[in-house]
């Protein structure tokens, strides 16, 4: 719970800076989710914005997933063929 109320402040003081000063704040220094800290922004194409995390997946003939990647480059085997 003290890991959410430290991102609470964080995001108070994140709104504070962008809507009361009108400063801009870095994507990378952006809390989209005081629950979720490594929530992220998607945006695809013309689409409405999401937040959560992207994932590519890599699928055999069969439709079975046979990896997975996070936008952020770790890998993460899921199944094997």
Known sequence: MEGVNIRRRFTIGQTERRVLRGQAVAANEKIVSPFEQHA????????????GHKLNLTTGRSGLILEGR????????????
């Open 40 to 51: 992220d922004i998607i945006v695809k194409g013309g689409r409405e914005v999401q937040y």
């Open 70 to 81: 996070q936008s952020s480059g770790q890998r993460t085997v899921l199944a094997h063929a």
